[in-house]
């Protein structure tokens, strides 16, 4: 079986200058994904003064804010949907989401939130596949370094309690791991490959040989996804296991810097 996936930091819906609504223009950008599962992150469940400001009266169609949550907005009769409300404030809340074609068999939320001044989940959704179930995985790590390392310790204990015998796992979102210090323990404790390492892999047999010679080790590292409109930090990732990478890419460009301030990743994946 093959899927798509994709995973997209959205800011909340809201541009990054002058918060100006982008929820109509992120639905499209989110279709042409053509992702069979969406990974989204900072999803606006309610947002009162937007809805206010930029609800049915709204001249331009462009900012208007839907009535629905967002996840719901972006789903629209096509897709499943689940979402993991984190943050939670007076006149609104935030949180993970998760797109699905497939049907979602079972959905969590796992409060990972660290200390007082941040809000921070894990989603997971059980896919109803025609190979069987697919674990997914929606991830927003903290800020501080300190945080990630033990909310990364509860996704690992997660995981190992809810898909255990090996089965297909997709781990993805944003790590906020610029200094890509969480990827290993990943890949030892659960078994994930991170799917540019696997490209990486792939990319160059000279350029292994050289290493060889050498006696160095192959760097691997996440693709550059922040900020959007010249992307530097590593910060958005996607895990496997169980699966076969064959394409992956970061979109970016214009259009996408208009969005939010994460570039967006896809993959295609194909089940071992």
């Known amino acids: 079986m093959k899927i798509r996936v994709a995973t997209y930091n959205i800011h909340k819906g809201v541009s990054s200058f002058r918060s100006t609504p982008r929820v109509v223009a992120l639905k499209k950008a989110i279709g ?9 992150q900072e999803v606006q469940g309610r947002h009162d003064r937007y809805q ?17 949550a967002q996840h719901e907005f972006f789903a629209g009769e096509s897709l499943h949907s689940a979402y993991g409300m984190n943050a939670v404030y007076d006149h609104g809340h935030h949180g993970n989401a998760l797109l699905s074609c497939y049907p979602i ?9 660290d200390h007082a001044y941040e809000q921070r989940g894990i989603l997971h959704c059980a896919l109803d596949t025609p190979v069987g179930k697919v674990h ?13 390392r033990r909310q990364t310790d509860a996704l690992i204990s997660a995981v190992n309690d809810s898909a255990p015998n090996g089965e297909p796992v997709i781990i993805a ?62 910060l958005d990732r996607i895990y496997v296991r169980g699966f076969k ?6 979109l970016h460009g214009p259009q996408w810097a208009k969005l939010s301030d994460h570039a967006p990743i896809v993959a295609n994946l194909q089940l071992s």
Not at 105 to 113: K, L
Not at 178 to 189: A, F, P, Q
Request: aromatic residues 10%; neutral net charge.
């Open 32 to 40: 042409m994904f053509d992702a069979d599962v969406v990974f989204l």
């Open 52 to 68: 206010a400001r930029y609800g049915e009266k709204v001249r331009s169609p462009h900012h208007h804010w839907p009535e629905k």
């Open 173 to 234: 979102g944003d790590f906020n791991d610029w200094r890509n210090t969480l990827s290993d323990c990943l890949r030892l404790k659960l078994g994930v490959v991170e799917v540019f390492d696997e490209l990486e892999k792939r990319s160059s047999k000279i350029g292994e040989l050289v290493r060889n010679v050498a006696g160095r080790e192959r760097r691997l590292v996440p693709a550059r996804t922040f900020p959007a409109a010249m992307p530097w930090f590593r």
């Open 105 to 113: 068999a079972n959905e969590h939320n796992h409060d990972v939130s």
């Open 136 to 148: 997914c995985y929606v991830v927003h790590l903290g800020l501080f370094e300190g945080s990630r």
């Open 245 to 250: 990478v064959e394409q992956a890419e970061v």
